[in-house]
């Protein structure tokens, strides 16, 4: 009888927990898949401490295919094409999985300029489920659309005369294709806009999401379109709940943090540029560590170390690939083991 009692109340407690969960999807946006109620043990994960160069030549600037400048904000799309702002050469390069580290230049390349088939210094790439493109034309002040293969971009948000408007992180919610959201800071005040896709580029069709103290870093969305987005001079990753233009603070005393990317539970990686290396903050435990990089944070050429990295991105297999600026070169750091709900 206790038996059967005690079996009653088990089914009872788990058909309220489960109409609870149901009735909570309904009405609130999930961002991330939600951990397992009865989780097993499970390892944290791990990533392979030596990188290995997918793109660039370590420590020797060029222009050849198998060369970057300073490369910047980097892409991954989930084909696992790896796009990068090739900052030096003014040009987007795209390197496929089987690549073997030789470049196709896809937007620019013409020549450090302002016409339509050049860029100058792109800091950001973000490519949409169609495989349009949209870059951060840093040096001309603007943000260009190439759809594929074109052989020109198209201008949808630019400084409009003002001569302090720069543009850094781009991002877009994988849900929605028809914007486009765009970290910039006008005179050395920092801002999240969001730029719908039709239009031209007049500032009355772009939405003000929030305000960040000086000049924000990378930034991305989630699937409910918050935006996070790393703010390198104050140390800190603030997130904008949408429809909420105050930022909230998830992560402080951060050094540099210059771009941030989620996995797909809602753990935060952060990539600190002065001191050459990412962290990995756990959202559910609050706990930080640094997963690749050297720990004291100094800098080097060799694989285990990086030089004021810039960007950040995954694929589909949990890798974590690193634009290392200053060594011209993308690095690889292998998922090694675990479990990214840890
Ligand atoms: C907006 O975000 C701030 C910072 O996280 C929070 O304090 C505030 O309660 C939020 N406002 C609403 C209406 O949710």
Redesign the pocket.
């Given at each position: 009888m206790a038996h059967s009692l005690g079996l009653l109340t088990v089914v009872i407690l788990l058909f309220t927990v489960y109409m609870h969960s149901t009735s909570a999807d309904e009405i609130v946006c999930q961002p991330f898949k939600s951990i397992p109620f009865f989780s097993t043990p499970c390892t944290k994960p791990k990533w392979a401490q030596q990188g290995i160069t997918v793109a660039g030549t370590t420590g020797k600037q060029g222009s050849s295919n198998i060369q970057l400048i300073g490369p910047s904000g980097i892409f991954i799309d989930p084909y696992d094409n790896l796009f990068i702002a090739d900052e030096g050469n003014d040009r987007i390069q795209k390197f496929s999985p089987g690549s073997k580290g030789v470049g196709l230049t896809i937007a620019g390349g013409n020549g450090g300029g302002s016409a339509l088939n050049q860029l100058k210094e792109p800091r950001a790439v973000y490519v949409d489920s169609a495989g349009t493109l949209f870059i951060t034309d840093r040096g001309n002040l603007r943000v260009q659309k190439w759809f594929t293969g074109s052989a020109q971009g198209i201008t949808i948000a630019s400084g409009r005369g003002y001569t302090a408007h720069w543009f850094q992180g781009l991002s877009g919610n994988r849900k929605q294709i028809n914007e486009i959201y765009s970290s910039e800071s006008i005179m050395g005040r920092g801002r999240i806009m969001k730029y719908p896709l039709g239009g031209d580029d007049s500032p009355s069709y772009a939405t003000l999401l929030g305000s960040v103290t000086r000049n924000p870093g990378g930034i991305v969305v989630d699937e409910c379109n918050s935006v996070y987005v790393a703010d390198p001079f104050g140390g800190n990753i603030l997130?904008f709940?949408s429809g909420?233009s105050?930022?909230?603070q998830i992560a402080s005393g951060l050094i540099t943090p210059n771009d941030v990317a989620l996995d797909t539970y809602g753990n935060l990686y952060i990539v600190e540029r002065d001191t050459n290396r990412v962290q990995r903050l756990n959202v559910h435990d609050g706990t930080r560590e640094v997963i690749v990089g050297n720990k004291e944070g100094a800098e080097g050429s060799d694989s285990e170390h990086l030089n004021k990295p810039w960007s950040i991105a995954f694929d589909s297999e949990n890798n974590l690939y690193v634009s290392d600026k200053e060594n011209h070169r993308v690095q690889k750091f292998s998922f090694h083991e675990g479990d990214l709900l840890c």
């Open positions: 997130k709940s909420n105050t930022g909230e």
